[in-house]
């Protein structure tokens, strides 16, 4: 079954700093691939995904993300970070091969911009 | 356009008692998931609704139930509450069940089991 890891559970970083959030999914088939951010006391809000073609996807608030389907990763990156980025960040994986459409989250990565 | 809305935001519940959380959709929108949210395990995938229909569930014991209305609102029950309930319901919608569909998320509702 498809699993999702997000190594880092906390990223602290300061203002204006580059920060990449690393997220990993367990099997090598064609999967869909989703970064959602969570504000506190809010839902899931959607950064960017990756369905097909080119492997740099960019998406809301500057935030990009490499697909890489040799390392089965698909990690999540801002080159400057600002207060307002504070937030946990959920990647997510949706497999086309499972049979079964749902979505299989990491279990987050906090990151915590410091002034 | 009015996003995913969900009721209550906030409830506190006793062991054993029986609760009723409630989602409205965007329109339009014809699935709605839920997804339970606990301290330190992420997402965990509770149930899909499309057309009326349960699609899927996770692993889930059987006190989780809901439904799905003809507007497609949705409602999520959970019998004989447990300590360990306690977490944030998120409710989703989508506007089909296909693999590639953005899920748009409600701001949830915390549920304290005491």
């Known amino acids: 079954a498809q699993s999702v890891t997000q190594l880092d559970s906390q990223v602290p970083v300061f203002e204006e700093a580059p920060v990449e959030l690393r997220c990993n999914y367990s099997s090598s088939v064609s999967v869909y691939l989703f970064w959602y951010v969570q504000y506190p006391n809010q839902g899931l809000q959607l950064l960017l995904k990756y369905l097909s073609g080119s492997t740099l996807v960019k998406g809301i608030n500057g935030f990009e993300a490499e697909f890489n389907k040799s390392q089965t990763s698909f990690h999540l990156r801002k080159p400057s970070v600002h207060i307002s980025d504070t937030a946990e960040y959920f990647c997510a994986v949706s497999d086309p091969t499972s049979g079964t459409y749902k979505y299989i989250f990491g279990t987050g990565t906090r990151l915590k911009v410091l002034a | 356009e009015a996003g995913v809305t969900q009721s209550p935001t906030h409830l506190i519940k006793t062991r054993g008692q029986q609760v009723t959380l409630r989602c409205s959709p965007i329109?339009?929108?014809?699935?709605v998931y839920w997804y339970q949210q606990a301290l330190g395990l992420g997402l965990q995938f509770l149930l899909w609704y499309d057309e009326g229909e349960e699609r899927n569930r996770g692993n889930f014991p059987p006190r989780f139930s809901g439904r799905q209305f003809p507007n497609y609102s949705s409602e999520l029950n959970v019998n004989a509450l447990e300590l360990e309930d306690s977490a944030l319901y998120l409710c989703?919608?989508?506007?089909?069940?296909?693999?590639?569909?953005?899920?748009?998320f409600g701001p949830g509702t915390r549920l304290t089991v005491l």
């Open positions: 989703a919608s989508s506007l089909g069940g296909g693999y590639t569909d953005t899920q748009y």
């Open positions: 329109s339009g929108h014809t699935s």
